[in-house]
């Protein structure tokens, strides 16, 4: 049985407490850091939840998920956020379904999503996706290809590049996502100046080790787990 909202409460009390301390030991304002509720495998109720809980968006791994469940859930003004990859041939219903792409990893990619934002006569928001701990199981541009595709974003009118996200490597050694949070965070500072744009999105962080990227300059943590129990 899913989770009732009462649990769920609970939860987001605990993902926000462990957000302050992380905010509290970093000497950052815990303001800086937003919280993506994950809803990914689960039913259309979370949404539902994330919404009466007042959080503005949800962030899912699946296009066709995202859509049923837009459909099924009863809650409109939640913002909906793609965070697993995405194949150019779903570019243009991701366009209309999301109101951001954090998975852009490939120049293709890249000029998909900018023709169908075009022909919505629209602005998509987006983020590109690194694969800063050069985890051969995960998706994401490599950190030396990450300077093409950020100046081609940053080129199409059609998109607006809000900054970067990446996953931290599976790993029982916490110097492993450190790391990986580390190389995203001297990626953007350092794009940041050459590009001259602020870039000022740092999408990183789960449930097992959002202290760790809230620590390394994190500004929105994607959580499922911790809110919603076990996938
Ligand atoms: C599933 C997922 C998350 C949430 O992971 P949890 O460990 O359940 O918090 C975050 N980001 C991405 C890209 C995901 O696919």
Known sequence: MFLTFEEFQTNLVHVQKRIWEACRVAGRDPDSVGLLPVTKTHPPEAAEYVARAGLPAVGENRVQEARDKQAAAGCTGLRWELIGHLQSNKAKLAAAVFQ???SVDGAKLLGVLARAAEERGAVLPILVQVNAGADPAKFGCELQEASGLIESALRAPSLRLDG???????????????????????????????FGV????????????LDAAIRAGSTQ??????LFGRR
């Open 221 to 226: 943590v994607r959580v499922g787990t911790a």
């Open 198 to 209: 602020p870039l000022t999105e740092l999408s990183m962080g789960m449930s097992g080790d």
């Open 100 to 102: 951001r792409v954090q």
């Open 164 to 194: 970067l996200m990446t996953i931290a490597p599976l790993s029982d050694d916490p110097a492993v996502a450190e790391r990986t949070f580390a190389n995203l965070r001297e990626l953007r500072d350092r794009m940041a100046t050459q």
